[in-house]
Nanobody, 121 residues
Framework: QVQLVESGGGLVQAGDSLRLSCVAS????????GGWFRQAPGKEREFVAG????????YYADSVKGRFTISRDDAKTTLYLEMNSLKPEDTAVYYC??????????????WGQGTQVTVSS
């Protein structure tokens, strides 16, 4: 059974930074694309960032472009999300996920349980 475990969330002030980590119990992690999604209260879950195998390509939602950086360490089977210049509107539960195919929410094969990020103004 594949498990993804996120960590690094918390309560910060606007302008601060956080680094989320997602450790996967997948021996085949390197063969999977990775993604971060988030869900704010009362809203649907949305795509935040994605990374292909071998870190060949990265993708970002317009709302986080230039502030967030996704990366991966296949040796550690870990996905990261570096978040800078945080805004109150970044407040959400952040989920990591992996996909054998495309980095779309419907195509993700495995999901973490989520980690809360709260940004105060």
């Amino acid at each position: 059974q594949v498990q993804l475990v996120e960590s690094g969330g918390g309560l910060v002030q606007a302008g601060d930074s956080l680094r989320l980590s997602c450790v996967a119990s997948q021996r085949t992690f390197s063969m999977y694309a990775g993604g971060w999604f988030r869900q704010a209260p009362g809203k649907e879950r949305e795509f935040v960032a994605g990374i292909t195998t071998n870190s060949r390509n990265t993708y970002y939602a317009d709302s986080v472009k230039g502030r967030f950086t996704i990366s991966r360490d296949d040796a550690k089977t870990t996905l990261y999300l570096e978040m800078n210049s945080l805004k109150p509107e970044d407040t959400a539960v952040y989920y990591c996920a992996t996909s054998r195919k495309y980095i779309f929410e419907a195509d993700m094969d495995y999901w973490g349980q989520g980690t809360q990020v709260t940004v105060s103004s």
